[in-house]
Nanobody, 122 residues
Framework: QVQLVESGGGLVQAGGSLRLSCAAS????????MGWFRQAPGKEREFVAA???????YYTNSVKGRFTISRDNAKNTVYLQMNSLKPEDTAVYCC????????????????WGQGTQVTVSS
């Protein structure tokens, strides 16, 4: 079992930055691929970024060059650094853990956090 708790969300102006954190419990954290997803009001959940246990990364096109996913296995934590934020980045951001490598769909992950709200004002 893996439990995930996100933090770091908030209100920021367009062009600003936030860093989200996802703290995981469980001694097998380092073996999991980790993903970040987001869901805006009235929209489906969408993939944002993922990182393998060894540090390989993948991003959805809309965040490439602006967002960076990273992990610290010693701290059981995955991060999402978000720069040059846009109003369309407003959503609830959730982290997820899975053992299938880089997966861009929700069903590829077994464990989910509750999410943290990110609001970008124009």
């Amino acid at each position: 079992q893996v439990q995930l708790v996100e933090s770091g969300g908030g209100l920021v102006q367009a062009g600003g930055s936030l860093r989200l954190s996802c703290a995981a419990s469980g001694r097998t954290f380092s073996s999991y691929a980790m993903g970040w997803f987001r869901q805006a009001p009235g929209k489906e959940r969408e993939f944002v970024a993922a990182i393998t246990w060894s540090g390989g990364t993948y991003y959805t096109n809309s965040v490439k060059g602006r967002f960076t996913i990273s992990r610290d296995n010693a701290k059981n934590t995955v991060y999402l650094q978000m720069n040059s934020l846009k109003p369309e980045d407003t959503a609830v951001y959730c982290c997820a853990a899975g053992d299938r490598g880089i997966v861009v769909v929700s069903r590829g992950y077994d464990y989910w956090g509750q999410g943290t709200q990110v609001t970008v004002s124009s």
